[in-house]
């Protein structure tokens, strides 16, 4: 009897304590909405401040995740992949009912450090609040102007894939409580004028760790490792912490590729080819404080470019005997005539880390899709070779190279591997 009148109290107990939680995290995630108002004039702005705010636009690269169809520009609908479902990106024209035209800039710069919309709701985690937060109120302010004179589309946003309770919008109070570190960006008083601009560019509007740093179960970017590479849309957002290529990235290297999208090492291409053109119009300083930052995190000893070049250059002399193999054959037929004469603009293969690369997702998603659409950085063009090359021919063209040019393990499972990417290449898994 007293056992059962013992779990009974115990039931009651927890379930008591659990209302509670549910209770507080209710009220913790409630937030008032703020007051729309009419849809400021675009001459309201001063065309500086707009210029400004098309700069931070552009290096942030908003209008990749924000437009589907390039004459709706920032009207939304891109489906954004996650491990649990689609989230879809919304509209932020000015439009009055279906985009921000109502939003103050107060309800702007409450999305943009809080993670939270104008009527009050949560925004998904697939916005990079937990960047944006970092940016100073001016930069802020400068991207509401601009938003504020882009044409105005009416386009409803889509409602996410989610599955419940992670649909549920008023949980994402206590993502914030775990994950959310509030901004603005705190300057190293340790580091440089020239790193901090750096950090403050790379942390905030460019979020780069977004792509380049992997996820926890939660969906939040795993603290203590940042920029050790991540699975996006099918590529691999490279680790910037060590990198893949023998050759260690210099800060001319960082610029040379920020700038122009290639060096010896590799090619921008798929999500990171607009990240460059974004860049594009960001002044060479901040290019520089950009490459500044990232060039401490390639920490291990490397030899120079021009010493790994040669030394992987000897040891492909040195496979010259292979040519009767089915890889080599394949190679010499499709891709030596343009591999094998570096030209400005491509990547050495002996330093590539689409090749050095453990997975081989960007190497079967060059050679099926080619490389040199609208979204990649400018350079000579590759064709694509998806209804020229089989599976079986594609994983012998990768284990030939990967044998001749970085002297690694065959990627075994490759040929499956290729099905896949062929098949859906934003469904790729990731393997940890």
């Known amino acids: 009897m007293w056992r059962r009148v013992l779990s009974k109290r115990l039931l009651l107990g927890l379930t008591g304590v659990g209302a509670v939680c549910v209770v507080a995290l209710l009220a913790l995630a409630w937030r008032p909405a703020i007051a729309p108002i009419d849809p400021p004039a675009p001459s309201s702005f001063a065309p500086e401040l707009v210029?400004?705010?098309?700069?931070?636009?552009?290096?942030?690269?908003?209008?990749?995740?924000?437009?589907?169809?390039?004459?709706?520009?920032?009207?939304?609908?891109?489906?954004?992949?996650?491990?649990?479902?689609?989230?879809?990106?919304?509209?932020?024209?000015?439009?009055?009912?279906?985009?921000?035209?109502?939003?103050?800039?107060?309800?702007?710069?409450?999305?943009?450090?809080?993670?939270?919309?104008?009527?009050?709701?949560?925004l998904f985690p697939a916005f990079p609040f937990d960047h944006f937060t970092k940016l100073t109120d001016d930069d802020i302010k400068a991207l509401y102007a601009y938003l504020m004179t882009v044409p105005a589309v009416k386009a409803t946003p889509t409602p996410s894939t989610l599955p419940f309770p992670l649909d549920v919008r008023a949980l994402q109070a206590g993502w914030k409580m775990l994950f959310l570190d509030k901004g603005p960006f705190r300057p190293n008083p340790a580091k440089s004028a020239e790193w901090n601009r750096g950090a403050y560019l790379v942390e905030g509007i460019a979020h780069c760790g977004a792509c380049h740093t992997r996820r926890n179960v939660f969906g939040a970017e795993q603290a203590g490792h940042p920029y050790a590479g991540e699975l996006i849309e099918g590529w691999i957002a490279w680790p910037l912490d060590v990198s893949p290529s023998p050759a260690r990235w210099t800060?001319?290297?960082?610029?040379?590729?920020?700038?122009?999208?290639?060096?010896?090492?590799?090619?921008?291409?798929?999500?990171?080819?607009?990240?460059?053109?974004?860049?594009?119009?960001?002044?060479?300083?901040?290019i520089q404080a950009i490459a500044t930052y990232f060039v401490e995190f390639d920490r291990p000893a490397r030899p120079s470019a021009d010493a790994a070049v040669a030394k992987a250059l000897a040891a492909?002399?040195?496979?010259?005997?292979?040519?009767?193999?089915?890889?080599a054959r394949l190679y010499i037929a499709a891709c030596g005539s343009c591999h094998d004469n570096v030209e400005p603009g491509r990547a050495e293969l002996a330093l590539s880390s689409a090749l050095w690369y453990d997975w081989p997702y960007n190497f079967l998603r060059a050679v099926l899709d080619g490389v040199g659409s609208e979204r990649d950085a400018p350079g000579p063009m590759m064709p694509p070779f998806r209804d020229v090359l089989n599976d079986s021919d594609i994983t012998a063209i990768g284990n030939y190279l990967r044998r001749t040019r970085t002297s690694q393990r065959d990627w075994l499972e490759s040929e499956n591997w290729a099905a896949k990417v062929r098949a859906n290449p934003q469904e790729v898994p990731w393997a940890r």
């Open 51 to 122: 210029a400004k705010g098309e700069i931070l636009a552009s290096a942030g690269d908003c209008a990749f995740c924000h437009t589907t169809t390039p004459t709706r520009r920032f009207a939304g609908g891109y489906s954004v992949i996650t491990p649990y479902g689609y989230v879809f990106s919304t509209n932020i024209t000015p439009d009055p009912e279906t985009g921000i035209g109502r939003w103050s800039e107060a309800a702007f710069m409450r999305a943009m450090r809080e993670g939270v919309r104008r009527d009050g709701a949560n």
């Open 251 to 286: 800060k001319d290297d960082y610029v040379t590729y920020l700038r122009g999208g290639t060096t010896v090492q590799g090619r921008a291409t798929g999500p990171m080819g607009t990240v460059v053109q974004g860049l594009a119009k960001l002044p060479d300083s901040d």
């Open 316 to 327: 492909s002399k040195q496979q010259s005997g292979l040519e009767r193999e089915r890889g």
